[in-house]
């Protein structure tokens, strides 16, 4: 069987769409931490909300893009 050459039926994810896929995790992971509260300052975040609009929209981007690229493959 040549590697990367689905046989079975299932979804197909390129090379490319699984790195980008780690890292999107790794940046959810990050903005995980940025989020925080601080123990001197429970209430404030580090990044500022506006901010943290900026990379939602940006991580929802980034994963339309990886669904774009995963292919279903039937029976």
């Known amino acids: 069987m ?6 079975e039926p299932g979804y197909f994810l390129p090379e490319e769409a699984h790195q980008q896929l780690q890292s999107l995790s790794e940046y959810l992971h990050l ?3 940025l989020s925080q509260p601080e123990h001197t300052n429970p209430d ?3 990044l ?3 901010g943290l ?4 929209t940006q991580l929802s981007e ?9 292919r279903f493959r039937p029976r």
Request: hydrophobic share 45%; glycine share 4%.
């Open 62 to 70: 980034a994963a339309a893009k990886i669904v774009a690229t995963t």
């Open 53 to 56: 609009a900026h990379c939602f």
């Open 31 to 33: 903005l995980a931490q």
């Open 48 to 50: 500022p909300r506006a």
């Open 2 to 7: 040549r590697q990367g050459t689905p046989c």
């Open 44 to 46: 404030s975040l580090i």
